[in-house]
């Protein structure tokens, strides 16, 4: 007995239901987490809509959580493309925050113009990304390493450094509490007066679209994509595969570190280790669910950024907390991948018969 | 630097290796059939949860180790129904199974726990009559909770399984040619399964280790991505239980080291100095990649689903 | 003798999407025979024996072994009813031992391996077939010739009465095909029943006591050794008609050396050694055939040349250029271009458009890229137009059926995607064309269509290296044909210098022109 696949036609209906269907399908799910946790779960929709739909300020503040995603998603998808497996978007995150707060708080003692230390900073938070990245992608292409392995522990090693610098050099000599650095001057100018979004939405939003047309319309995003697709193909058509390989975690990377920066420079405005809160991981979901098209990702980022926004609003409605949507991502996931067997292929039992 | 601080980085080195390296092994003997489990970090998430509710609720720790590996069995063999039998992408498979019991652990713990810590009765360690008496080493090496001994003593079973035994040859051929395998009649579904499960068994009872010999409680993401240390390892490794099981300790001994040397940092009034120690032994693994790659040859069908054509 | 059968295979019909593979065959086997199945590649020698040991189901027939109707449905079955058999390609397990890989998938030895035991009782069995080994040797170290014992001692450890060995010569060395074909006689005396599948003529002619031939499918010759002759052998295994279609060409107007090579010497995918010290050369406005049957070198030869594999020994040279070490990329833009056999695995990217596709070799010319100041030309946005222009010319002049020239590649069929492939790589316009297999699986339209169009690439001054299982095509296309063997060239001619059964002979190894005579063809 065996099961046998076959690919289905599918239509741009197939493709758009199923992402729908696997978040649809989660939030079932989810609830009957919550009546298990003895909540009702229509209380607990409710709350969550409207916390993160219901009103200007919460839209503008969803749109706000979705910005990181939005970034290290797009990031994740493109080196998705060139067949690299980027998990450490997390750790490259984390080195653009390092890098744009040590980067701003330097230019700002010396007495930049603030402007101009935004601009540098932000460079600096992708640099950071990008170079932390290229790493992997160096051990990757010229030795064989699996770029999963190196990347998660570089995502350890961001962390463990980011904990050394906090309680080191750039510990903020007046803090008691919690490590943290000192407060950075330069913040993100905000774009709708009244509500807490900055301009780091619009970057996010220009770069997703950026990196859209690299991928489909430039010779390197088509390259990088050949090379995803059938790497035979690749170099048979001569393309420089080593170097493509560099690049797609580079890129990915400097998009991560590029989402450090930013929330550092629109959102928390200091550092603290409270800003590693798995984004980079939720982000590779992000990037599945967007089927590795920037625009596509547009539409997953705004579900995860309604998922982190609107559950503080559950969290205060019914008593459980964040990690609610932890558990929605994973199911989210899981079912994805359950639907996308079940969409994209016609799976048969094939069952063999003795001959008498 | 004195000799009591030695001991006690030694007992602590060997203790933290454990969970690290019986996880480790378990990937090892599944990536030895052709299979990549990224997921492990989730299982031992998972089974730790478990291990201390389990505990909390009975009292008893043998259920508490039990319920761990049960719990491993069966995310592994949920994990297997995706990558052997639907023939999913192992990767992605893992990666979601890796979320899942992130978040459904955390989710589990907080809905019963809310934001308590709680504590359990950690397991007792386990002493050795004669051999505990060793001046200097005795007291580290053989005074120590069960997981330590396991660790050897699993490792040691495991290289014997994997090496001498008839299933143990049609694992390893099943990682490198399972084509071959087909042509001469073995199942290659049911031993990829048997090993993932194996494996997943093994990340179970690392996780219950963890929870119930070192920290005595649960939280958010309690290993700290452990299971991707243990999958790093058994690259380092070169896919053989005895060499991961050098990394493992290598890695226990050098978080112990840094651990145990906070007093100093304070005193010296570098207290950050100890996050920096914490670094070493990540870097250590990465490096030692890095040093041993030229030669390392995973599995050769690692990562692929097999199909008869 | 009285022969008796303890195989019959009745009526076989395997069928795959487009092609009957085996054609209403019927075989017999007679007890302590060797029967050699002839043919060439494609003729459904090793799909029939795929059915036998269970790896394929059959859509029609039956199959009776020692008069017991018997079914097959992987190959536990197959050896359970006594039969062994040694593939074409290997199945060792390359990281294990000899002793290792000879004990796969047997479940006599227990839980607990002895591996002390094993390691005695198989130097024993190994040295009353007359074989000296060490079985703790990993696989790996091991020369072609060896791993192909290591899997015939696999194959008789489990004491069958039926044992199949396809192509087992496909890389030994003479010296070891003399040792195998004493062992065989060896096995015979001991009562085995053996069917031994070759495309080679003068090995047959060897060891067989009966010859099947298999031409497309069918039985199109039954033979005993006495009443075997190799030209009639030859005449079966290629066929006559071949020389009913040949069509004269216009001869070229041969200039200057393009392409030469030197001793070219490349490892095969399995470790052997594929090509063995080929040199040549072509001319521009020559288009030079590769004959043979395929297996025997030439894709090797084909992707040394273009860069996809490196050469062990010898030397390429372009246009007086020294390549043996040049990347690709670097031979794509010097103006190689080449047409895989392996078409899904290096031509196209299926999920990729056809427009796209269209470009894949081109990627380097600067016309499909927009001109923009300031950006750098990698960001720069391609040129749709001129790229969609390519497509759809590409489409319409070599009558790719497709819904768009949007749609992805991998929806397209066979002979569609083929048609995409030679459309791009001859439009490129290049100074040499490497063309492996380029019209197989089209209509005769398209064949026609292909022909012409290679012909008028030669009449521009390009060289063309056309490497075709089509005796038909080569002979009416090329200007001078090598004949390929075991990774050699072992015949050099011009179209109707040679008659059809020399040619066969050539082919199947049973005849070699003398070194001299084919480095004439060359001056």
Known sequence: ????????????????????????????????????????????????????????????????????????????????????????????????????TATALYLQSVGINPVVVLIISVIAGATAGALWASVAGFMKAYFEINEIVVTVIMNWLALKIMQWLLRGPLKNPLSQMWPMSPPVGVKLPIILPGTRLHAGFILALVIALLTHYILFKTKTGFMVRVLGSNPNAAKYSGLPVKKLIVFSLAYSGALAGLAGGIEILGVFHFLYEGIAVGLGYTSIIASLLGRNNPVGIIGSSLIFGMIYNGTVYLQSATGLTYTFSKAVEGLIYIFFMLFTILILYEVKLVVKREES | MSLELVQSIIGLGLAMSAPVAISSLGEVFSERSGLINLGIDGIMLMSAFVSFHAVFLT?????????????????????????????????????????????????????????????????????????????????ALFNQYPGVYLMFILTGIMHFILYYTRVGLWVRALGENPRACDAAGINVTLYRLFSLALGSALAGLAGAILCLEITGLFYENLTYGMGFIAIGLAYFGKWNPSRSLVGSLIFGVTWSVGISLQD?????????????????????????????????????????????? | MIQEPILRMKNIVKKFPGVVA????????????????????????????????????????????????????????????????????????????????????????????????????IEEFAGKLGLKINPNVKVWQLSAGEKQKVEILKALFRN???????????????????????????????????????????????????????????????????????????????????????????????????????????????????????????????ILGIAGVS?????????????????????????????????????????????????????????????????????????????????????????????????????????????????????????????????????RKPKLLIAEEPTAGLDIAATEFIREKLIELKNNNCSILLISSDLSELLSLSDKIAIMYNGEIVGAFKPGELDIDDIGLMMSGYKKMLRERIDLYWA
Not at chain 1, 35 to 50: E, K, Q, T
Not at chain 1, 67 to 75: D, E, N, Q, S
């Open chain 1, 1 to 100: 007995m065996t099961l046998v696949f076959r690919e289905r036609e599918v239509s741009l209906a197939h493709i758009l239901i199923l992402p729908l269907l696997a978040v649809g399908v989660a939030f079932l799910a989810g609830s009957l987490l919550m009546i298990w946790a003895n909540v009702d779960p229509l209380v607990g929709y409710a709350s969550f809509l409207s916390g993160s739909l219901g009103g200007y300020v919460q839209v503008t503040d969803t749109l706000l959580r979705t910005t990181p995603f939005l970034l290290m998603a797009v990031g994740i998808a493109f080196s998705n493309r060139s067949g690299v497996l980027n998990v450490g978007a997390e750790g490259q995150y984390l080195m653009g925050a390092i890098a744009t």
């Open chain 2, 59 to 139: 009292g008893n720790i043998f259920v508490g180790y039990l319920l761990g590996i049960a719990t491993g069995i069966m995310l592994g063999l949920l994990l297997g129904f995706f990558t052997v039998i639907l023939r999913f992408n192992q990767v992605v498979a893992g990666m979601g199974l890796y979320f899942l019991g992130f978040g459904l652990s955390d989710f589990l713990y907080r809905a019963l726990y809310a934001d308590k810590i709680v504590f359990i009765p950690k397991t007792s360690t386990l002493r050795i009559p004669l051999l505990s008496e060793i001046p200097l080493i005795g007291g």
């Open chain 2, 264 to 309: 100093i940092f304070i005193k010296i009034g570098r207290p950050e100095m100890t996050y920096f120690m914490i670094m070493l032994p990540y870097l250590a693994v990465l490096l030692s990649l890095l040093a041993i790659s030229r030669g390392a040859r995973p599995p050769a069908s690692l990562g692929k689903p097999y199909y008869r054509e």
């Open chain 3, 22 to 121: 085996v054609d209403h065959v019927d075989l017999t086997l007679n007890r302590g025979e060797v029967l050699a199945i002839l043919g060439e590649n494609g003729a459904g020698k090793t799909t029939l024996m795929n059915v036998l040991y269970g790896l394929l189901r059959p859509d029609e027939g039956e199959i009776y072994i020692e008069d017991k109707k018997v079914s097959h449905h992987s190959p536990i079955d197959a050896i359970r009813n006594g039969i062994g058999m040694v593939h074409q390609h290997f199945t060792l397990v390359e990281d294990l031992t000899i002793s290792e890989n000879i004990i796969l998938g047997l479940k006599e030895f227990g839980f607990f391996i002895d591996m002390k035991k094993i390691t005695r009782e």
């Open chain 3, 160 to 286: 069958p009465r039926i044992l199949i060995l396809d192509e087992p010569t496909s890389v030994l060395t003479p010296q070891d095909t003399k040792e195998l074909f004493k062992a065989i006689r060896k096995l015979k005396q001991n009562g085995l029943s053996i069917i031994f599948i070759s495309h080679k003529l003068e090995e047959v002619l060897q060891i067989a006591d009966r010859i099947v031939v298999l031409r497309r499918g069918k039985v199109v010759g039954e033979l005993l050794r006495n009443e075997a002759e190799p030209r009639l052998l030859a005449e079966l295994m290629v066929g006559r008609e071949v020389l009913l279609e040949v069509k004269a060409t216009p001869k070229a107007q041969v200039g200057e050396v393009i392409l030469e090579i030197q001793g070219l010497e490349a490892l095969g995918d399995r470790g052997n050694l594929a090509l063995r010290g080929v040199s040549m050369k072509i001319k521009s406005g020559e």
């Open chain 3, 295 to 427: 297996g025997n070198g030439q894709k090797e030869l084909a992707e040394t040349i273009y860069g996809l594999r490196k050469p062990t020994r010898g030397k390429i040279f372009f246009l007086g250029r020294d390549i043996t070490k040049s990347s690709v990329l670097d031979r794509i833009q010097l103006g190689i271009s080449y047409i895989p056999a392996e078409r899904l695995k290096y031509g196209v990217v299926g999920d990729l458009p056809l427009y796209e596709n269209a470009i894949l070799t081109r990627i380097a010319e600067n016309q499909i890229i927009n001109s923009l100041p300031v950006v750098p030309p990698s960001l720069r946005p391609m040129n749709i137009k001129v790229i969609e222009k390519f497509a759809t010319d590409l489409i319409s002049r070599y009558s790719v059926v497709t819904p768009s020239h949007k749609t992805l590649v991998r929806n397209l069929s066979g002979g569609n995607i083929q048609r995409v492939i030679v459309g791009r790589e001859i439009d």
